[in-house]
């Protein structure tokens, strides 16, 4: 018997949703490096001694603006890669497409305006705490539900 | 042909396994943030100006006990994630399934004691390097045992 | 109607080469931990005061050589774990094997030249820039390539 990915593909609508938002959130972490990058030039701030005699720039690790970056970015490995591994247990769980779809979408604006209020530009709280809790509400719904389901 | 999620569940008692793990260890975590939150305001150490300002607090990033859970978290994410990510790929060696599970529950077993002895009744080493350890030869193990099946 | 992995396995060639290289870098990301280690002790320069009393050492978070590996380590999160889950994306648009084999070997390669150049031997620039910049162009081609393939 063959059994290609397409198949899969066709049978499970919810596998091509994380699949697609899979690519949408790499593309959205890999910008974090280019504005870690972008801060290290602005700011003159390497970050260890080859880069700076390379740069004919000053070795530094604690510009704000650098530093802010990196949170985010860190953030972004707490929460991004513990929703892609989540988010694939979750599809398995038989959820609604359209459902499943619109929490992929919400965490992903959500992950999107978290970075723009965080490291773009600079926004009084709550908008970055609430920004993070849309995702963090979402993430634990779905490792709840994947949870209880497989339970037994 | 139709091949449905729930044929392959059926088929792979592992990849339920895999699933139920991959679940519970997310939620263990998100406790991790929980956690970092709770010893930010018990110390009054916010790691950002907007957040001291927002909060009425004091910005710090070397209060031990914030930076404790800290470290915890980020040994969560050189250790769960990469286990995730090589579980998945173990599963594929035919491995038996109640010695899969033996493995799962022991690597999670292993990584909810060290978060206890590391980040919420600190305990004298070797209990946080022991219970690192745990996580990090079962890890190996099926790192290698899937290296090995692979390679041909 | 049954469907082992076995099948899957055997119509779609390109999983095969992706649980391949996912053992081979979890393996390479373990053995970060282990050169964290080895400057800690070389330096005498443990995380923590538990370790320190344990060890009989000293606590120091600002050693350069120790510094150096962990700022390696992070690197790899930032990467390997993305191209880990991008790649999975990947191997669903129906790629060429052999090209796939070609983009995972060479990430690998490029990943493995990044630690020996930054921390093993420290080399001058632009080594571990290069080495960094084959993986982040192979990662962006994958995620731009799913993108596109997923978008409709």
Redesign the interface.
Known sequence: ?????????R??PV??I???Y???L??K??L??LLTIRQRFLNNAF??E??A???RGVVSRTNENVE?VR?G?RND??TI??F???G??Y??T?PDPAWTNSLFLLFTVGRFIHTFVYTIV?????A?GLSWLVG?VI??YM??K??IY??N
């Open positions: 018997m063959e059994v290609s990915f397409e198949h899969l593909l049978t499970n596998l091509r994380y699949l697609f899979t690519a949408v790499a593309l972490m890999m974090m490096t970050v260890c080859e880069d005699v390379f740069l802010r949170r970015h490995m707490e890669y513990l892609l591994l989540t694939f247990a599809i398995w038989n600079v926004t009084p709280q709550p970055r963090y993430m634990g490792a709840l994947t949870l497989f339970y």
